[in-house]
Each structure stands twice: as C-alpha cells, then as structure tokens.
C-alpha cells in the first residue's frame, strides 16, 4: 500500500486541480520545486486533465527527494533535473526510462551592490571563487535539489573545498528554490537559481541577475515512469499517458507557450536531446 504522503513533512503537495469532466484517474507526480514555483505546472496540467480525464497531483520537492519518493513507489512519475541522479534511477530498475523534456538554464543571483565584484561575469567557476574569498552571504538549497547539486559540482569544479572555508557567510537552508529566492532577497545575498523559479518570483527587492551564460549553466529536465514490475501499485498507463503527452508536439507547444512577463521560462527538446 502506498504511504501516505501528506504525513511526509518535508513534501508540498499541489493536489487541488478541480478534476475534468468524466475523471476517472489521477496520477502523482513527484517533481522539483521549479516546475511548480515557475508557475508551469499550474499552465500545462489544467490542459493534460482536459484531454485525457486524467487528475495529476503533484509532490513538489528537491530533485533527490522527488527521486526517493519514486523509489518508495509513492509516486507514479518523476519529473526533475538531474541528469546523472535520473539516469541512477533507471539504471538501478526504479523507473523505466528516462525521457527528456524541456531546459532552461541556472543564473547566479546577487544584490546590486555586489561586494564580490561579479555582475557580467561569464565564468560561473571564476564568480563562485570571488564569492569564496570575499565571504559575502551565500544562500545554498542545502536540500540534495537538481539546483544544490549543480551549485555543488560548480563549486567542485572552481577548486573551492566547502567543507574547508564555509562558515557564517554560506548558508544552508535545506528548503525549495522560492525560499531561498525570499532569503537571499532578505539578506541580500548570493544564490544559484533557475532562470524560470527566477523569472516568476516577485520580492526581488534588491536582487538581479548577476552571472548568466556560461555553457555549464545549462539545466535539462527530464520525466521517468516509475517502475510497475518493483511497483504494482503504480498507475503505469495513466503515468505513460503524461510522460507520452509532455512529449508529444502538443505537449511542447503548451511548454513552450508558457510565459511570465513575455518572456518564456522552458525550453521544450523532447525530440532533440
């Protein structure tokens, strides 16, 4: 029997689409928190439920803990961004295959005072070891999200051991990516964040982007089922029917149709990825 995730304190669950006329299903979807906090979810599902009939309730969380609950079997898809995590996945027969869907990219926010002198800086390692050495607030997810792992791994790349220099400037909030967007904006600090979570937050207040790009910026989402034969509970016709219409031309159109501001937050390459 599947846990009940609504006693798993650390998910968000968005479950309240009305359901369509003639539901008879509904599928969860564990997915990141910038499907969600972008505003895509509440674009594209409402047009999903109305062609198929099928309900999506969606786990919104980091990418690691999206992952885990698809290894419970409490979820029938995985919809996240990372890469190398999602193919772990597959590759360890909890999900079935992995398909890609759409990108965007992740961009170093920071304040318009800049103490680390970085704004226009394309260089994602070179602005991190500024950051480093002048010890200004850095707000990090701390939250094992496809944003904390690519923050991570650019560390890594820049030479600079965390577990060595990190004290009260780098902040770890173990929270989604909105959260971290409103502390950074509170403390005017530092913060890795995707462009699309970034294009539809609100309390900017002194916060800009500061560090754009830079090749290894580049964010890819993709959507698992999960497996049914480790599963059986798992609805795999219904969750097949969402991953096949997220892939289909209508499905990147909608993605691609998504905009806040006039400005498109994801980027649909199902076909060409």
Do not use: C
């Amino acid at each position: 029997m599947r846990r009940p995730i609504a006693l798993l304190a650390s998910l968000f669950v968005l479950a309240g689409l009305p359901p369509a006329a003639g539901q008879s299903s509904s599928i969860t979807v564990a997915s990141t928190t910038s499907t969600e906090q972008s505003g895509l979810f509440g674009y594209i599902l409402p047009r999903f439920t109305s062609k198929t009939g099928i309900g999506v309730n969606v786990v919104a969380l980091g990418t690691g803990q999206a992952l885990d609950v698809g290894r419970r079997g409490d979820a029938d898809v995985v919809f996240v961004h990372d890469q190398a995590a999602e193919e772990a996945f597959v590759g360890q027969g909890f999900g079935v295959k992995r398909y890609p869907v759409m990108y965007n990219d992740f961009v170093l926010i920071g304040p318009q005072t800049d103490p680390a002198k970085i704004a226009g800086d394309e260089d994602i390692l070179d602005a991190l070891r500024k950051i480093a050495a002048t010890k200004v607030p850095f707000i990090s997810r701390g939250d094992r999200s496809g944003t904390h792992a690519a923050e991570l791994r650019y560390w890594k790349e820049a030479g600079v051991d965390l577990a060595a220099v990190k004290g009260a400037w780098y902040r770890e909030i173990g929270q989604g990516m909105g959260a971290a967007l409103n502390i950074a904006s509170a403390a005017n600090a530092y913060v890795l964040s995707d462009r699309g979570t970034w294009l539809a937050f609100k309390n900017r207040d002194e916060l800009r982007i500061l560090v754009e790009g830079d090749r290894r910026l580049f964010n890819q989402y993709g959507v698992i089922l999960v497996n049914p034969a480790k599963h059986p509970n798992v609805k795999a016709r219904e969750g097949q029917a969402f991953i096949d219409w997220l892939v289909s031309p209508e499905g990147q159109r909608t993605i691609a149709d998504y905009k806040v501001g006039g400005e498109q937050l994801f980027f649909p390459n199902a076909a060409g990825s």
